[in-house]
């Protein structure tokens, strides 16, 4: 027998997965990775990350996966710079692009094209 809600004390519950300033989450396995999910189809989240403003990083050393769960209806969206000696401008990206996936879903939900 399972014991009630009520009872259960000092439960922690865990995981891979922190959140970060950006909005965003890491997985403590991949630390150079920020993650966002967003309820847009994954052409948008596409469109919106080829919007973003990459303020002076190279194209090159800024990788993103983007990857749909059709069942739940939202999109991951997961960013990285793949180079080390740029690796502290991880967080100023994931932000702006976290910032820009909720516009994004923001003007979806009010029809806003």
Known sequence: ?????A????CEIGGS???VESGGFIDRAEPDRQWFAAK???CVAVQVLREVNLK???EEVVSASVRPDL???VTVVGVGIDAPCMANALDTLAADIGGALAVAELCASISIA
Request: aromatic letters at 4%.
């Open 7 to 10: 009872d259960l004390s000092l």
């Open 56 to 58: 002076g990083l190279p």
């Open 71 to 73: 069942e739940l209806g």
């Open 1 to 5: 027998m399972q014991p009630a809600f």
């Open 40 to 42: 847009l189809p994954p």
């Open 17 to 19: 997965l922190e959140r």
